[in-house]
C-alpha cells in the first residue's frame, strides 16, 4: 500500500499524540485552510510570509501578538517540533565546555544539543515512583539538595533545564526552583512539551503553573503534543533580560530549514490562539471537564488509573495486576485501541483535544477483557531506580565519545568502558545510557534488568570507546 493510502484508511480509537486527534480537536483557523484547494497554503518564504528569524513579514507580525498575548518578551514558531526548538535553546544557554545542570529524565533532543554544541550535561537524579517505574519532578527540597551538592563539588554551570511536566503528566511547583536558579544568575530553560496549555489563563481550572507564567527564561512548547496544532508544530519563548534574544535568533537558524512549511507556522498561531481566544478558552474548559469525568469514571468502574497533574492525560497501571505496558499495548493495538506511551509498568492515553464519546465503556470492557485474557502475567513491581547519583558528571567529553573511534561488545562485557552511543527507548525517549558514561557494574547490571522490560528498545551490544 502506497502511503498517502496508508494515512487515509488508518482506523481505530485514537488515544495518541497529535493532541487534536485525526483532525478532530485541530484549531479551527487551520481546519478552514485545510478545506480549501488541496496545496495552496504550500508556499515558500515569500516577503509577505517571512519566516520565524525574520523581522519583516506576517509570521513575525504573528509571533508578537503571540508574545503579547502570552506575555512573554518574544516568541518563535517551530517547524521541527519541539526537537528543534529545545536544540536551539540549549545552543544558545551555553558554550563549548561550558556545563548546564539538568534532570535525568531529560528528553534525549536536550542530550543531541550537547553533543551538538560541545556542551557538558550535569545530570542530577530525581524522585523514582518504584510501583511503576517513572521519575517525578523534583520539589524545591530536592532541588536544593542538588544545588548543595553542586556546591559543595564546585560544579560551575552556565544553565539549568527543566522538564515539567513529564510525558505522563506529573508536574511539580516549578516557580520556587526558577526562583532558586536565579538567585545563582543563570537562566533557566523549561522543556514544558506537554504543557502548553496550562499557559492558557482558565480561571477557576486547576492546573499546573505554566512555566511561562513563573519566570522561566526560556519555555519550549510541542504544539501538536499539547495544544491543537499539527505534528511538528512548536513554540519557543523568552523572557527577562539574563538571554540576547540575537543568540536565539543564530542558534534557530543554525537548525532550521531554510524553507519552513508556511502551513505549520500557521498551525502554530492557529493552536495558540486557540489557547488564548474566549471561545478556545471556553472549549478547553469542557475539554477538561470532560476528560477528568472519563478518569473519575473510569476509577469509579475499577480501572487501576494512577494519579498525574495534566487531566488530559490518564496513566493505566497495568503492572498492578503484572501486566507489562508495553505487552498491553500490542494486545489493544490488535484491537484498534491506540495509546500513546506503552512502558514497562503503565500504559499512558493521551485525550488530547478531540471529543470521546462512549470511552468509558469502551475502555471497561477491553479491561476486562485484558483481565480474563491469557497475555503473560509476572510479577512486575517495583521498578529499580537507575543507580545514579545526587549528580552525575560524565567521564569523557559528550562529543568527543560520540565521534570516538569505537567498537561494538556485549552488554555484560561492558564493565569499565566508556559508552559511545545514547541510548534511550523511544517513547519515551529518555536516555538510559549517554555518550561519555562510564559504565560501572551498578550501570550495567541495570541495563541488564531493563532490557527484560525492553528487549527490542535496549540492544544485548554496545558501542563502547576503543
Ligand atoms: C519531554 C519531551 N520534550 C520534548 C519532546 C520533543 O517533542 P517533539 O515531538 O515536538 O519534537 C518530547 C517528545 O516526546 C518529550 O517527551
Redesign the pocket.
Known amino acids: 500500500m502506497r502511503l498517502p493510502q496508508l494515512l487515509a484508511a488508518r482506523t481505530g480509537k485514537n488515544l495518541f499524540?497529535p493532541a487534536h486527534g485525526r483532525g478532530n480537536g485541530l484549531s479551527m483557523g487551520i481546519r478552514r485552510l485545510l478545506r480549501n484547494k488541496p496545496g495552496v497554503w504550500d508556499l515558500p518564504e515569500l516577503p509577505e510570509i517571512g519566516s520565524p528569524t525574520c523581522s519583516i513579514g506576517a509570521v513575525s507580525k504573528s509571533q508578537c501578538e503571540a508574545a503579547e498575548a502570552f506575555g512573554a518578551r518574544k516568541c518563535w514558531y517551530?517547524v521541527?517540533?519541539?526537537?528543534?526548538?529545545?536544540q536551539s535553546a540549549v545552543l544558545a544557554i551555553a558554550k563549548p565546555q561550558q556545563a548546564i545542570l539538568m534532570p535525568r529524565?531529560?528528553?534525549r533532543?536536550?542530550i543531541q544539543a550537547c553533543i551538538l554544541g560541545d556542551i557538558s550535561p550535569v545530570l542530577f537524579d530525581l524522585p523514582f515512583l518504584e510501583d511503576r517505574g517513572h521519575f517525578f519532578p523534583p520539589s524545591l527540597a530536592w532541588f536544593k539538595k542538588v544545588l548543595k551538592k553542586l556546591e559543595e563539588e564546585k560544579i560551575v554551570i552556565a544553565a539549568v533545564v527543566l522538564?515539567n511536566p513529564?510525558?505522563q503528566g506529573y508536574s511539580e511547583e516549578i516557580e520556587p526552583l526558577i526562583k532558586a536558579i536565579h538567585k545563582l544568575g543563570v537562566p533557566v530553560l523549561v522543556?514544558e512539551?506537554?504543557g502548553t496549555y496550562f499557559a492558557s489563563s482558565l480561571g477557576d481550572i486547576d492546573l499546573p503553573k505554566s512555566a511561562l507564567n513563573a519566570g522561566a527564561d526560556l519555555v519550549?512548547h510541542?504544539?501538536?503534543?499539547s495544544a491543537p496544532g499539527l505534528?511538528?508544530?512548536?513554540s519557543l519563548w523568552l523572557q527577562g533580560d539574563l538571554i540576547d534574544q540575537d543568540v536565539i535568533d543564530r542558534s534557530i537558524s543554525l537548525l532550521q530549514t531554510t524553507s519552513p512549511s508556511a502551513l505549520l507556522m500557521a498551525s502554530c498561531e492557529s493552536a495558540l490562539h486557540d489557547l488564548c481566544s474566549t471561545e478556545g478558552r471556553r472549549n478547553l474548559k469542557n475539554k477538561i471537564d470532560n476528560a477528568k469525568d472519563i478518569s473519575f469514571q473510569l476509577r469509579q468502574k475499577g480501572l487501576p488509573l494512577l494519579e498525574n497533574q495534566d487531566p488530559l492525560k490518564f496513566i493505566l497501571h497495568t503492572s498492578s495486576v503484572g501486566i507489562s505496558g508495553i505487552a498491553a499495548d500490542h494486545w489493544l493495538m490488535n484491537r484498534g485501541i491506540i495509546a500513546e506511551l506503552p512502558e514497562p509498568g503503565t500504559l499512558t492515553f493521551c485525550l488530547g483535544f478531540a471529543k470521546h464519546k462512549g470511552l468509558v465503556n469502551l475502555l471497561k470492557l477491553t479491561w476486562d477483557k485484558i483481565l480474563s485474557s491469557n497475555l503473560e502475567r509476572n510479577c512486575l513491581p517495583p521498578f529499580t531506580r537507575p543507580p545514579s547519583p545526587l549528580i552525575k558528571t560524565l567521564n569523557t567529553s559528550l562529543l568527543l565519545a560520540f565521534k570516538a573511534d569505537s567498537e561494538i561488545v556485549p552488554l555484560n562485557s561492558a564493565f569499565g568502558r566508556i559508552s559511545s552511543e545514547l541510548i534511550s527507548p523511544?517513547?519515551?525517549?529518555?536516555a538510559v545510557l549517554l555518550p561519555g558514561e562510564k559504565l560501572n557494574s551498578d550501570l550495567v547490571s541495570w541495563m541488564i534488568g531493563q532490557r527484560s522490560y525492553w528487549p527490542e528498545q535496549i540492544p544485548s551490544k554496545i558501542k563502547v570507546v576503543l
Open positions: 499524540l517551530g521541527n517540533g519541539a526537537t528543534g526548538l529545545l529524565n531529560v528528553h533532543s536536550i522538564t513529564t510525558y522543556d512539551a506537554h519550549v510541542s504544539l501538536h503534543k505534528v511538528q508544530s512548536a523511544y517513547p519515551p525517549g529518555i
